[in-house]
């Protein structure tokens, strides 16, 4: 921050904090984005190494197998990624951060008792859970269960540190290990598990990746926490209430949320059989794309959000909301729409059995297009401090999902599944959406994000659905839509880059000239390097 304690939030090309909180959720988003496009592409190539070299059994035995581990690891957090953040940057804001290993201490001891007793768990129980949830082949999936149960604790570790360096206010440990190394050690070794020793390797191999990660993230903490301040080792601090009293309520959301995106895909396994799990798991990974791109630019706007929560100034995170938004829309509608219309062509990358998931990709865009729009609410919700409010809502959406998919998933297979998360996304979105209006009036829409829907709408919406019609061979219409649309959204987006803001996107990523060159630029009214 500059240190100017505005109440407001400036527009581009002026000085003060709102506008230096741009400047850095511009700068964490561009180098999230790029994380988290390396993360997105990584584990879709993934996806389709699996798909390409293994029956769809197998593949939906090792998809609902890393799920049940996704799933553990999230229980485990018990709310601590969000909690860290939150204190970390409140802490940051009031220039407290010499206390900073108390609140790491406070999350770890907990998180690493309970990834242990998560591990023993699955791996004592882990028959009982082979048959329930793999009855095709209840022997194997409990090999896969036992051999991914035994990296939890480094995973615990590795999302403590990730946590707590974005609470620091710096997004490079986020991208660089989570986004960056995860993805890409994952991939490396689940190939290399392939080619030497089959795919009963692969659930080893992925699990594997978490432990040098562990090792590096906890070094790459204490380093920051040691530059951000000396650390105050008398004793006296120790706010256990008040981090656990915000956590806890995290624990069960952050649980429910991760069961949102996890746990149909392990429904799915149990109700319909291996092979619908593989196909539905494979058709959702597209959406993931467009979600690692959201996390990009929402995790690069939280801790300036709980900044500016903490100094009460709601205009300026009512401005950060927007424009944030407005990076959301243009960032990921592009993609949402372009699979909505060649959804079967682009599912052929997996096989052919796998363009049966093309109306659960379908039905799974159009909920993400509602969501975008609604901008990351959740979050805001969440660093208002208002976390037994995002409980509530993520326990209602999760009930919502488990219990349409318990009705339709039988009788559907993975359509009754599509439908029920796409549900269950609009109801995390439109509740927390209008408890935040009628609570602050915070909200993300303006001209500004009917702009940012009216480009990628017309662009990525209108000519390739044009183009789909007219021309037979889906392959080549894709590829005609991309080399006409793709120019064309740039253009509009370089038209309109100031009414969206997204010089703080791509000028962040310049080095900073001196304070003259930047107070010479906002005395002309040009956006800042």
């Not at 007793?117 to 209840?138: F, T």
């Amino acid at each position: 921050m500059t240190g100017v304690d505005s109440p407001h939030v400036t527009k581009p090309g002026t000085s003060g904090a709102g506008g230096s909180s741009l400047r850095r959720a511009g700068r964490g988003s561009m180098l999230n984005f790029a994380g988290s496009a390396v993360s997105a592409v990584s584990t879709f190539v993934l996806t389709v190494l699996i798909t390409r070299l293994s029956s769809t059994t197998e593949a939906g035995a090792f998809f609902t197998a890393t799920s049940v581990f996704l799933l553990a690891a999230g229980l485990a957090q018990l709310g601590t990624n969000a909690g860290l953040v939150y204190f970390l940057s409140g802490s940051r804001a009031r220039g407290e951060l010499s206390r900073a290993h108390v609140y790491m201490r406070i999350a770890a001891v907990p998180v690493l008792i309970t990834s242990v007793v998560c591990a023993a768990v699955l791996i004592i129980w882990s028959g009982e859970i082979g048959r329930l949830l793999s009855p095709d082949q209840p022997e194997r999936f409990a090999t896969f269960v036992v051999a991914m149960a035994l990296f939890l604790p480094a995973a615990g570790i590795t999302n403590l540190t990730v946590s707590a360096s974005r609470g620091l206010g710096t997004m490079a440990v986020n991208a660089t290990l989570d986004q960056l190394a995860r993805p890409l050690l994952q991939l490396a070794l689940v190939a290399l598990a392939f080619a030497v020793l089959g795919v009963d390797a692969a659930p080893w191999a992925w699990s594997a990746s978490y432990v040098p990660l562990a090792v590096l993230g906890w070094w790459w903490w204490r380093r920051l926490r040691d530059r951000a301040a000396t650390q105050d080792r008398s004793a006296g601090f120790a706010p256990w209430g008040a981090f656990w009293r915000f956590s806890s309520p995290r624990a069960a959301a952050g649980l429910a949320q991760v069961a949102m995106q996890r746990f149909d895909i392990v429904l799915v396994g149990a109700l319909a059989g291996l092979p619908a799990a593989a196909i539905y798991t494979a058709a959702t990974r597209f959406i993931t794309l467009g979600q690692a791109a959201a996390r990009a630019v929402g995790l690069s706007v939280q801790p300036h959000i709980g900044e500016a929560v903490a100094r009460s100034d709601w205009s300026g995170t009512s401005s950060l909301y927007r424009t944030a938004t407005g990076w959301l829309i243009v960032i990921t509608w592009p993609l949402y729409l372009m699979l909505m219309t060649f959804s079967g062509t682009v599912l052929r990358i997996f096989g052919g059995d796998y363009t049966e998931g093309q109306r659960v990709l379908q039905v799974l865009c159009a909920a993400m297009l509602v969501a975008t729009a609604c901008g990351m609410v959740d979050m805001v919700l969440l660093m208002a401090g208002k976390s037994l409010w995002n409980l509530g809502n993520v326990i209602l959406a999760l009930t919502t999902n488990v219990v349409i998919d318990l009705l339709l998933i039988p009788r559907l297979g993975i359509i009754g599944a599509a439908i029920g998360w796409a549900v269950a996304i609009l109801v995390a979105n439109l509740v927390p959406l209008m408890q935040l209006l009628i609570w602050r009036n915070l909200h993300p829409f303006g001209r500004e994000s009917l702009l940012a829907m009216a480009l990628p709408a017309v662009v990525f919406g209108g000519l390739p659905a044009g183009l789909a019609a007219l021309v037979d061979d889906q392959g080549y219409a894709l590829l005609i839509s991309l080399a006409v649309c793709s120019p064309t959204y740039l253009l509009g987006l370089w038209l309109l880059r100031r009414r969206l803001q997204l010089g703080y996107l791509v000028t962040s990523l310049r080095r900073r000239r001196g304070g003259r060159g930047q107070a010479a630029a906002s005395a002309q009214g040009q956006e800042p390097s």
